[in-house]
């Protein structure tokens, strides 16, 4: 059960559902699905509002700046950080259409999540905490939903009728995946798991930098598809 503070929490995010409604029906996206926020300045927040059929981006002022239908979406991405102690994390993510590029950085969190954007540490603290705090869906897991996983059911289907998919210099197929010199087949990956920005294939077949390849994240999932053995991400 909620408690006082998550209710008045979500009685104060009532009006930006509502103001999400009308921006939906303006550029006939339907209905809102979820609102993220950034911090700004202070107390406000730029905010990224999702919807059944796409997404806007609002400044501090609530003006929408950038909208994007999902269909127009062709690719999405992971953008990354390199480290010098070796491998990459996370940054954001790239959307591109046919003409533009639309880019969204990891500081946007749940809106309706009260404890954002401490509630994750808590999380990994206690799981004592873990099991009282509510779970929200986080931006990655929102646009996976919405765009990466439309994504890549096409992409397998274009696999299943023998084309060959280009993800840079990785070449995909229906008989598996080609990365430099290496070849590996679907039927060789035992399992697999994403570290630091690498793609390993087990047992020891390949590790692919995602950092390095156009479309790494729709590649994941199609990893998972045609692959579905135990996985870390």
Same mark, same amino acid.
């Given at each position: 059960?909620?408690?006082?503070? $998550?209710?008045?929490?979500?009685?104060?995010?009532?009006?930006?559902?509502?103001?999400?409604?009308?921006?939906?029906?303006?550029?006939?996206?339907?209905? =809102?699905?979820?609102?993220?926020?950034?911090?700004?300045?202070?107390?406000?927040y730029?905010?990224?509002?999702?919807?059944?059929g796409?997404?806007?981006?609002?400044?501090?002022?609530?003006?929408?700046?950038?909208?994007v239908?999902?269909?127009?979406?062709?690719?999405?991405?992971?953008?990354?950080?390199?480290?010098?102690?070796?491998?990459?994390?996370?940054?954001?993510?790239?959307? $591109?259409?046919?003409?533009?590029?639309?880019?969204?950085?990891?500081?946007?969190?749940? =809106?309706?999540?009260?404890?954002?954007?401490?509630?994750?540490?808590?999380?990994?603290?206690?799981?004592?905490?873990?099991?009282?705090?509510?779970?929200?869906?986080?931006?990655?897991?929102?646009l996976?939903?919405?765009?990466?996983?439309?994504?890549?059911?096409r992409?397998?289907?274009?696999?299943?009728?023998?084309?060959?998919?280009?993800?840079?210099?990785?070449?995909?197929?229906?008989?598996?995946?080609?990365?430099?010199?290496?070849?590996?087949?679907?039927?060789?990956?035992?399992?697999?798991?994403?570290?630091?920005?690498?793609?390993?294939?087990?047992?020891r077949?390949?590790?692919?930098?995602?950092?390095?390849?156009?479309?790494?994240?729709?590649?994941?999932?199609?990893?998972?598809?045609?692959?579905?053995?135990p996985?870390?991400?």
């Amino acid at each position: 059960m909620p408690t006082r503070r $998550e209710q008045e929490h979500h009685e104060q995010m009532r009006p930006r559902w509502e103001h999400a409604a009308v921006v939906g029906q303006h550029f006939g996206f339907g209905p =809102a699905t979820g609102l993220y926020r950034s911090h700004h300045w202070g107390k406000r927040y730029r905010y990224l509002y999702l919807f059944e059929g796409g997404l806007a981006l609002l400044d501090p002022k609530g003006r929408t700046t950038d909208h994007v239908a999902w269909a127009e979406i062709v690719s999405a991405d992971w953008t990354w950080m390199s480290h010098d102690s070796g491998g990459s994390s996370t940054t954001g993510h790239r959307l $591109e259409t046919a003409t533009r590029t639309i880019k969204l950085n990891n500081t946007y969190g749940n =809106a309706d999540d009260l404890y954002w954007p401490v509630g994750g540490m808590l999380r990994a603290l206690s799981a004592t905490i873990d099991g009282i705090l509510p779970v929200y869906p986080s931006l990655n897991e929102a646009l996976t939903t919405a765009i990466v996983q439309p994504l890549a059911a096409r992409a397998l289907l274009r696999l299943d009728a023998g084309e060959t998919l280009m993800f840079g210099k990785t070449r995909v197929d229906r008989y598996g995946i080609t990365y430099g010199k290496k070849i590996v087949a679907w039927h060789a990956v035992e399992s697999w798991e994403t570290d630091s920005g690498r793609l390993k294939l087990r047992p020891r077949l390949a590790t692919l930098d995602l950092s390095v390849i156009p479309g790494g994240w729709v590649l994941v999932h199609i990893l998972a598809a045609r692959c579905p053995g135990p996985a870390t991400t």
